[in-house]
């Protein structure tokens, strides 16, 4: 009898349980959303997340930059495809010209532009978003950073639709300057001064809740309809087609939803593209992750230029690297080659030079030290009294955070190159990201890699802060050439492109006789896509167009 | 106790090398706008002001400002929290459940084949490596069969769960207490956790996704910690079967799963009550490791990402909520003593 019970019991609790399934199975697929048909709707993965927030006088990263650029217009843009400040186009401005002396510009500005809101765009909105980040100068920004106010005296209104830059000085990169993410234009509506000066506080930070009030733009070609973040990293962001934007009569944006997820490494970014949970895997996939990518046939993978390069610093402060020969020793024993085609899997460029392939001005200078020449390496340690059995020896620093792709292989690899040699015995050292920024400031590793993404797409971005006195001071590495500085001065203060050119000419020529910096590889710039996304564009800029992306029909 | 893990955090992330503010200017940095950035955090302070005027700010509620964005910790800790909690919870049900079922079945299979498969099963997961073992179930149930995603929290093409309930900030009793708070004029009395409040807000879809994107992650840290359970239930129940209460029971016509769970297992459950407790500290170090392996935005990728800023606020203030955190569980685990051990009431 009992017996009987407890089986009547159980299949009671049985058919329960099997109701709860059904109903929630059924539950479940009843309300799954219609939702918008897939081409309306692009997800794009990323291990990228907005490290402050997104006001172009405080963001300089790269994230924040490519986020800003879609939710806001600059004076010109680069062409999709560029590959240097020849390819600058018109963008919020139609027409400039500059006077012969090269200190004003003045601009052209495009008529019927409205903002998200309705506001229409004139010179007045130019001048203001300049001023407010020239004046805000804000310790994070690349308004400081970059050193706009001794570049730009002042900014004139001369019509509605006609502004007029005036500069301190000539300067050559200009344009490309003013092409860069940081001077992408502001709604005074949303970017309001809260005293009676601009101060760095004024700056618009991330609002919970409240996409508009989190961003001060408004004319690009998306707006924000959703920002999340825990914790200070992004976890969901969504971009809607801005109805007001110029460019929406020719289509523009391709997609008009854009959702964004935020990985937290590479490998489940990975996983997320090859699972089809997004549509787009852009920044950072490993090597291997593309290389095997490649093979697979549900993917496609878009190689572009990368602006990222990297480098060896020697410092020459101390002995050994104070003696211009032993540099160029070290220099000479680089296998760069073995770098690419191991570390890299081909997924780089050899670098001869500061200024990155493809760039007006490049010269492969480099070259002609050695690919590696161990010859050349052996004569001039010789001169020191370096041999195979008196080896000469340094110590070589690396980080350790994944600042830089790869950096112990890239390390590793490095370090074979030059003792193949035979007279150099290279100490590897690592240090993790934070305090390999001490070790640089106070000067206490003789040879380190380092890397640089660029803040504008000019030559000048890559020479300045390297080669000149003043400009290299970040690095402390101690390199002064009284000739080298005069020269850089008179290539910023060009706007004529031939004479630009030949003179970043003769600077790499006398970077190579100084050899106070080893360029090593030029990174290449990649994304995988499902097979139906087109559109992308992967240029020297490094900008994500997410406008033109879309997924075809 | 916090005290003694806030000052030695507090002093150990200093010693080590590497500037946060120097970390804001990786290019050029201007003198004056470091010293001003300096001035800002209060880091040209001398160490012993640093130190009272942070516990000072902890004692009002106040964790601080981040070095990295300047918005408030708090707030930040706050936000992550919810993550990591839900993540503990379920793992530590899968775990827990997992490793005390597996754990008697082992007892009373004693020596025979069944103990030893599962003996083997409890010290393969007690070894594995967190992150190898997520991958593996990434590239499986992920990848290989489309049943459940790889990463996130939630399914970004809907809205996150948000209860119904709000507290309407526009009262005139609300307004009279909490005068124009950041002008916010409703508060949702939401959980953050999204399974919860996906049930609050009774959209079974939402309660779906949400268990759909946990299900990886907390298997994972859940199976990691199985092991232990498994250990640990099978040697106390191994002793306690062959008890004379146990016998007694048996004799009087107990059923056998009343006799094991009803008697047996309450009586052996006080060491493995001890190590849930001990257990959600490990959990805690675990969901480092598993929130970067599946992209779970809790509080343990935030230390990890604001180690590599040094950013000494949030570092603080996350290792203070993991210490209250860790403490509130025992103190909970000591409570819970009392109710299942009566001899501890008297």
């Known amino acids: 009898m009992k017996s009987i019970r407890a089986i009547g019991r159980m299949v009671i609790i049985g058919i329960i349980i099997v109701i709860i399934v059904i109903a929630g199975v059924v539950g479940y697929y009843l309300t799954l959303p219609t939702g918008p048909t897939v081409k309306d709707t692009l997800v794009m993965g990323t291990t990228d997340s907005v490290e402050t927030n997104l006001d172009p006088?405080?963001?300089?990263?790269?994230?924040?930059?490519?986020?800003?650029?879609?939710?806001?217009?600059?004076?010109?843009?680069?062409?999709?495809?560029?590959?240097?400040?020849?390819?600058?186009?018109a963008d919020l401005a139609t027409d400039w010209s500059v006077s012969s002396d090269g200190l004003n510009w003045t601009f052209t500005l495009r008529q019927g532009v409205k903002y998200d809101d309705g506001t229409e765009f004139n010179a007045t909105h130019v001048k203001y978003s300049f001023d407010r980040n020239i004046q805000m100068a804000d310790p994070n920004g690349a308004f400081l950073g970059l050193g706009f106010a001794d570049i730009i005296r002042d900014i004139i209104v001369v019509d509605t639709y006609t502004v007029r830059f005036d500069l301190s000085i000539p300067f050559g990169p200009f344009l490309s300057l003013i092409a860069g993410q940081e001077c992408v234009m502001v709604d005074p509506k949303y970017a309001t001064m809260h005293g009676s000066s601009w101060n760095a506080t004024d700056a618009v930070y991330y609002t919970e809740g409240d996409p508009r009030a989190s961003n001060p733009m408004g004319l690009g070609p998306y707006t924000l309809a959703n920002w999340t973040r825990v914790a200070g990293k992004d976890t969901t962001m969504k971009l809607v087609a801005n109805p007001n934007y110029w460019g929406a009569s020719a289509g523009i944006p391709k997609t008009k939803n854009i959702i964004i997820q935020f990985y937290a490494d590479s490998s489940t970014l990975a996983l997320a593209i090859q699972g089809g949970e997004i549509d787009v895997a852009f920044r950072q996939l490993t090597v291997t992750d593309i290389k095997t990518m490649q093979s697979n046939t549900n993917l496609q993978v878009w190689q572009g230029t990368g602006a990222f390069i990297q480098y060896l610093c020697l410092q020459e402060r101390y002995a050994p690297f104070n003696e211009t020969n032993i540099r160029k020793a070290v220099g000479a024993a680089i296998n760069r080659t073995l770098i690419v085609s191991t570390v890299f899997q081909g997924q780089a460029q050899n670098l001869y030079t500061m200024i990155p392939i493809g760039m007006s001005g490049h010269k492969d200078v480099f070259q002609n030290l050695g690919d590696p020449n161990y010859t050349r390496t052996q004569e001039l340690l010789a001169v020191y009294g370096f041999n195979a059995t008196n080896k000469f020896t340094?110590?070589?620093?690396?980080?350790?955070?994944?600042?830089y792709p790869q950096s112990l292989q890239q390390a590793t690899v490095l370090k074979a190159s030059m003792e193949a040699s035979g007279v150099i015995t290279v100490n590897l050292q690592s240090l993790e990201w934070a305090a390999m920024g001490s070790a640089r400031n106070a000067g206490t590793m003789e040879a380190f890699i380092y890397g640089w993404y660029p803040d504008y797409i000019d030559p000048d971005d890559y020479i300045q802060p390297f080669l000149q006195t003043?400009?290299?001071?970040?690095?402390?590495?101690?390199?002064?050439?009284?000739?080298?500085?005069?020269?850089?001065?008179?290539?910023?203060?060009?706007?004529?492109?031939?004479?630009?050119?030949t003179l970043y000419e003769q600077i790499q020529d006398l970077m190579v006789t100084d050899s106070p910096i080893i360029p090593i590889y030029q990174g290449s710039a990649y994304a995988v896509t499902s097979l139906k996304v087109k559109g992308v564009y992967l240029d020297i800029t490094q900008n994500w167009r997410h406008w033109l992306v879309y997924i075809e029909q | 106790m916090i005290l003694i893990l806030l000052t030695m955090v507090f002093l150990l992330i200093r010693v080590l090398?590497?500037?946060?503010?120097?970390?804001?200017?990786?290019?050029?940095a201007n003198p004056v706008a470091v010293e001003q950035m300096r001035h800002q955090l209060g880091l040209d302070k001398p160490l012993w002001q640093q130190y009272f005027d942070y516990l000072l700010g902890i004692f009002r509620g106040d964790l601080g400002l981040s070095m990295q964005d300047y918005s408030s910790v708090g707030q930040q800790i706050f936000s992550a929290f919810p993550a990591t909690l839900e993540l503990a919870i379920y793992s530590m049900i899968i775990a827990a459940s997992l490793g005390i079922f597996l754990g008697v079945q082992a007892s009373k299979a004693y020596n025979r084949p069944q103990d030893?498969?599962?003996?083997?099963?409890?010290?393969v997961t007690y070894a594995i490596p967190v992150f190898f073992l997520g991958m593996v179930l990434q590239l499986t149930l992920g990848i290989g069969l489309h049943?459940?995603?790889?990463?996130?929290?939630?399914?970004?093409t809907i809205g996150i769960p948000q209860s119904p309930w709000y507290v309407d900030l526009n009262t005139p009793f609300s307004?009279?207490?909490?005068?124009?708070?950041?002008?916010?004029?409703?508060?949702?009395?939401?959980?953050?956790?999204?399974?919860?409040?996906?049930?609050?807000?009774?959209?079974?879809?939402?309660?779906?996704?949400?268990?759909?994107?946990?299900?990886?992650?907390?298997?994972?840290?859940?199976?990691?910690?199985?092991g232990v359970f498994i250990r640990l239930t099978r040697s106390n129940m191994f002793e306690t079967l062959r008890l004379d209460f146990v016998t007694a029971a048996r004799a009087r016509g107990l059923r056998e799963t009343r006799v094991t769970y009803g008697y047996a297992l309450r009586n052996a459950f006080l060491p493995v009550l001890t190590m849930v407790g001990l257990q959600f500290a490990a959990l805690l170090g675990g969901a480092v490791l598993t929130e970067t392996t599946f992209s779970w935005p809790g509080l343990g990728r935030y230390i990890v990402d604001r180690i590599n800023f040094r950013d000494y606020t949030a570092i603080q203030g996350a290792v203070i909520v993991f210490?209250?955190?860790?403490?509130?569980?025992?103190?909970?685990?000591?409570?819970?003593?009392?109710?299942?051990?009566?001899?501890?009431?008297?």
């Open chain 1, 470 to 501: 003043s400009g290299g001071t970040w690095l402390n590495l101690n390199y002064s050439n009284l000739e080298m500085d005069q020269l850089i001065e008179w290539a910023r203060g060009n706007t004529t492109d031939s004479v630009r050119n």
């Open chain 2, 147 to 156: 049943w459940l995603p790889v990463g996130q929290r939630f399914n970004p």
């Open chain 2, 116 to 123: 030893h498969v599962i003996r083997i099963f409890g010290i």
């Open chain 2, 323 to 346: 210490g209250l955190f860790v403490s509130i569980v025992s103190l909970a685990v000591d409570l819970l003593y009392a109710y299942l051990d009566p001899r501890i009431r008297l």
């Open chain 1, 57 to 89: 006088a405080h963001a300089y990263d790269y994230f924040g930059w490519e986020i800003i650029r879609s939710l806001g217009a600059g004076l010109v843009d680069y062409e999709p495809g560029a590959t240097g400040p020849s390819d600058i186009i």
């Open chain 2, 175 to 226: 307004t009279a207490l909490i005068p124009s708070l950041f002008k916010i004029t409703s508060v949702h009395l939401s959980t953050g956790l999204y399974t919860f409040d996906s049930l609050l807000e009774g959209n079974i879809f939402k309660f779906v996704e949400s268990l759909r994107y946990l299900c990886l992650p907390s298997l994972t840290l859940g199976l990691v910690l199985s």
């Open chain 1, 394 to 403: 340094f110590t070589l620093w690396y980080e350790t955070s994944g600042h």
């Open chain 2, 17 to 28: 090398p590497g500037d946060p503010v120097m970390l804001h200017f990786e290019k050029n």
